[in-house]
């Protein structure tokens, strides 16, 4: 079992940044592939950001040059920098781990509420 908490979600204007964070517990955090979805109202789940099972990060188009993602193994604590925000960015987002052989999403977070407005 992993457990997953989100945090830093908030009320920000157009342009404006967040990050968010994830803090897992429950397994080995390093051996962890992750990444971020997120779900707006009326719109199915879409993933924003994830870690490869090589290590690598993949972005969905609408996010890249605009956010990154991280992780700080000591910490056993993922990030999602989020810069340069958009309307279209508010939704619920989620911190998710991925099964390893099957490559699909395994455990999630509650969520986290961004919602970007003037």
């Known amino acids: 079992q992993v457990q997953l908490v989100e945090s830093g979600g908030d009320l920000v204007q157009p342009g404006g940044s967040l990050r968010l964070s994830c803090a897992a517990s429950?397994?080995?955090?390093?051996?962890?592939?992750m990444g971020w979805y997120r779900q707006a109202p009326g719109k199915q789940r879409e993933l924003v950001a994830r870690?490869?099972?090589?290590?690598?990060?993949n972005y969905a188009d609408s996010v890249k040059g605009r956010f990154i993602i991280s992780r700080d193994n000591a910490k056993k604590t993922m990030y999602l920098q989020m810069n340069g925000l958009r309307p279209e960015d508010t939704a619920v987002y989620y911190c998710?781990?991925?099964?390893?052989?099957?490559?699909?999403?395994?455990?999630w977070g509650q969520g986290t509420q961004v919602t970007v407005s003037s």
């Open positions: 429950g397994s080995i955090f390093s051996a962890l592939v």
């Open positions: 998710t781990t991925f099964n390893r052989r099957l490559n699909i999403p395994v455990y």
């Open positions: 870690f490869t099972i090589d290590g690598d990060t």
